[in-house]
C-alpha cells in the first residue's frame, strides 16, 4: 500500500489533529470507537486532539454525550448519543444468534437467559446505575448461573435488545443503566427489511469519513455485517463518492493527503490500528506479531507517518507514569524527541507527571 493512502487514511482518523475537537466531536466523527478497554478508548481520543484530558471523557459519559454500548463487532464501542439508536438497530441482529450461543457454551439456558434480562431490568428500573459485579450478584441471587463469562454474555444480551447501556463512572467502573432512564428513549428496534436501506447509507458515510480511502470488505469487517450489506450501503451513496483504484472510494472533495503526519502513540485497540480488513498499511509484515500477537489481542503502537515504529506501555509508579517505547529498528532524534513530547501529553492526560521515558 502506498504511502499516500496511508497518511490519507491516518488523516481522516484525525492523526493529524487538524481541528478542535472535544471527546464528543471526536467520537462523532470516527462513528464508533471500540472500548472494552475503557483506559485505552479515551487515549484514543487523546491522540486526536488537545485540550481535554480524561475526566473530560468521563463527563461525556456521565451526561449522557457518550454512550458505551455492544455494537458493530459484537465488543463494546463508544458511541455519540443521536447515532446509538440506529447503529443498534442495524448491527444488533446478526449479534443476537452469537449471544444465545455464547450463553449455551456458558451453560446458561435460554429460559433462564430470559429471566436474567428481566432481573436486571428490574434492578436497575429500582436502584438506579449498577455495576456489573452488583448485576452479577442480583442475577445469581434467583438462581441462575452468573460466574465465568456468564454474566457479560447476559449483560450483552439485555445490551443487544437495547434494554440496557453502559452510562456513568463509578469509581473506575463504568455502571450499566436503562435506556429508557439514562437516554430518555425507548429501547431501539432492530431495523430489517426495507428499514435498513438508509441506516446502511448512513454507515457507509459515516465509515468513510473517519476511513477513507476503504473498500466494501473493509466497512464489512469494521461494522460486522455482511459483505453485501456493506456494498449495498456503498451503492446507495455512490454518487458522494470518488474512485481511486483497487476497489477503493473516500468522499469526494474530501481534503487532501495531509502530507507527513507527526509521531502518535496510540494505545491498545486504537480506531487507527482496527479499520481495515488488512494491516499492511500500519504494520510492516515482518513486525505485524509484536502489534497483533492473537488471542484477540492487540498492542499499543508507535506510529511515524502513520506507520507502526514501536509497541508501547506505561504504568504508575510513585505517583507518577513511567512510560517505555520497545522499537523495531532505530529512530532519529528528532522522532525520538516527539515520542517523549506523546508520552509526557499522556502523562497529563491521565493527571500525573512523567516520571520516566525509556527508549529502546
Known amino acids: 500500500m502506498n504511502a499516500s493512502v496511508r497518511r490519507r487514511r491516518a488523516g481522516a482518523q484525525l492523526l493529524d489533529r487538524p481541528t478542535e475537537l472535544g ?7 470516527l462513528l464508533a470507537v471500540q472500548a472494552q478497554d475503557l483506559p485505552s478508548a479515551r487515549l484514543a481520543l487523546r491522540a486526536r486532539g488537545e485540550g481535554f484530558g480524561r475526566a473530560d471523557v468521563d463527563a461525556a459519559l456521565g451526561d449522557a454525550a457518550l454512550v458505551t454500548a455492544w455494537l458493530c463487532r459484537g465488543t463494546l464501542h463508544l458511541v455519540g448519543r443521536e447515532d446509538y439508536s440506529w447503529l443498534l438497530g442495524l448491527t444488533a441482529p446478526r449479534r443476537l444468534a452469537n ?25 436497575l428500573g429500582e436502584e438506579g446505575p449498577l455495576t ?47 435506556t429508557r432512564d439514562w437516554l430518555g428513549t425507548d429501547p431501539p428496534a432492530q431495523l430489517t427489511g426495507d428499514a435498513r436501506r438508509p441506516a446502511l447509507a448512513e454507515l457507509a458515510r459515516r465509515y468513510l469519513r473517519g476511513h477513507a480511502p476503504a473498500n466494501a470488505a473493509d466497512l464489512s469487517r469494521w461494522a460486522g455485517l455482511a459483505l453485501g450489506d456493506a456494498r449495498a450501503g456503498l451503492r446507495a451513496i455512490g454518487d458522494e463518492l470518488e474512485e481511486l483504484g483497487d476497489g477503493l472510494v473516500e468522499p469526494a472533495g474530501r481534503r487532501s493527503d495531509p502530507g507527513r503526519l507527526p509521531p502518535r ?18 504494520v510492516p509484515g515482518e513486525h505485524e506479531r509484536r502489534v497483533y500477537p492473537g488471542g484477540g489481542l492487540l498492542r499499543a503502537a508507535a506510529v511515524v507517518d502513520g506507520l507502526a515504529v514501536a509497541t508501547w506501555s506505561a504504568r504508575r509508579e510513585g505517583g ?12 532519529t532524534r528528532g522522532v525520538s524527541e516527539r515520542l517523549e513530547a506523546e508520552a509526557a501529553d499522556v502523562a497529563r492526560y491521565e493527571g500525573l507527571p512523567l516520571g520516566a521515558f525509556e527508549l529502546g
Open 320 to 331: 507518577q507514569l513511567r512510560v517505555a517505547v520497545h522499537t523495531f529498528e532505530g529512530l
Open 265 to 282: 502513540l496510540l494505545p491498545a485497540f486504537d480506531p487507527y490500528l482496527l479499520g481495515w480488513r488488512e494491516r499492511a498499511y500500519v
Open 99 to 123: 449471544s444465545r450461543r455464547r450463553l449455551g457454551q456458558e451453560g446458561v439456558a435460554p429460559g433462564d437467559a430470559e429471566r436474567a434480562v428481566r432481573i436486571i431490568e428490574s434492578a
Open 23 to 29: 471527546p464528543s466531536g471526536i467520537v462523532r466523527h
Open 132 to 178: 456489573r459485579p452488583e448485576l452479577a450478584a442480583r442475577v445469581a441471587a434467583k438462581g441462575i448461573r452468573s460466574d465465568g463469562q456468564a454474566a457479560p454474555h447476559l449483560l450483552a444480551l439485555a445490551a443487544l435488545r437495547g434494554r440496557v447501556v453502559l452510562g456513568p463512572m463509578r469509581g473506575e467502573r463504568q455502571a450499566f443503566a436503562l
